[in-house]
């Protein structure tokens, strides 16, 4: 079972600040997922990848496969940046994602 | 598109109860998730449906909980007799293909608490 860690589980920043959330995972996948929850609760799906970079707005995703590492990083980050950001993973054929804990961001304005 | 519809929103029943949510996944997607949060464990995979057909139901508790999907626009999670500890948010999620290797769509989840 694959294993997939965050950091950090908190951060809280200044409206502006370039923002960067790490995870790792253990056993080789077919795609990552950067997932991000609002104080809501409802779960939006912002990048899925499986090698390289994406970028999205303000948003960007990278990850190495040989490092078994990923990252997203917010740009000019604003305070309706504030929510959970969630990393999983899928290992293809008949799984469904493995999470890690979560970082929950907090940008003050 | 409406999304991933779920029912209830919201779900307050007493220990003992059988409890049902519903789950209608975006037409055209041939893959259904069942997940659960929790503040301790995070979220956590319960079964998944690959063209109406549970492909790994590992992740189901215990036998209290069980799932099925009569049809491809229908999904029903039940719990039987819930437990406070069965507590939590259920997401059902779909996709269009099996596995990791796609967007999954989450519904607003339903959230549930077995007093």
């Known amino acids: 079972k694959n294993e997939v860690e965050q950091s950090p589980q908190n951060l809280t920043a200044q409206e502006g600040e370039f923002i960067t959330i790490n995870c790792s995972y253990s056993v080789g996948i077919s795609a990552l997922h950067w997932l991000q929850q609002h104080p809501g609760g409802g779960i939006v799906s912002l990048f899925m990848?499986?090698?390289g970079k994406k970028k999205h707005g303000r948003l960007i995703a990278t990850i190495n496969i040989q490092e078994k590492h990923s990252s997203l990083h917010i740009t000019a980050s604003h305070p309706r940046d504030s929510a959970v950001y969630i990393c999983a993973v899928g290992e293809g054929g008949a799984d469904g994602l493995t999470f890690g804990k979560g970082t929950h961001l907090i940008i003050q304005p | 598109d409406a999304g991933v519809i779920q029912s209830p929103r919201h779900e307050v029943t007493e220990m003992g109860q059988e409890v049902t949510l519903r789950c209608k996944p975006i037409?055209?997607?041939?893959?259904l998730f069942w997940y659960r949060q929790t503040m301790m464990r995070g979220l956590e995979l319960l079964i998944y449906?690959?063209?109406?057909?549970?492909?790994?139901d590992s992740g189901m508790p215990e036998d209290r909980f069980s799932a099925k999907m009569p049809n491809a626009s229908f999904s029903t999670l039940k719990i039987q007799p819930s437990e406070p500890r069965d507590s939590a948010v259920y997401f059902c999620?779909?996709?269009?293909?099996?596995?990791?290797?796609?967007?999954?769509?989450f519904g607003p989840g339903t959230r549930l608490l077995v007093l």
């Open positions: 990848l499986s090698s």
């Open positions: 999620a779909s996709s269009q293909l099996a596995g990791g290797g796609e967007t999954q769509y």
């Open positions: 037409s055209g997607h041939n893959s």
């Open positions: 449906f690959n063209n109406n057909v549970p492909i790994d």
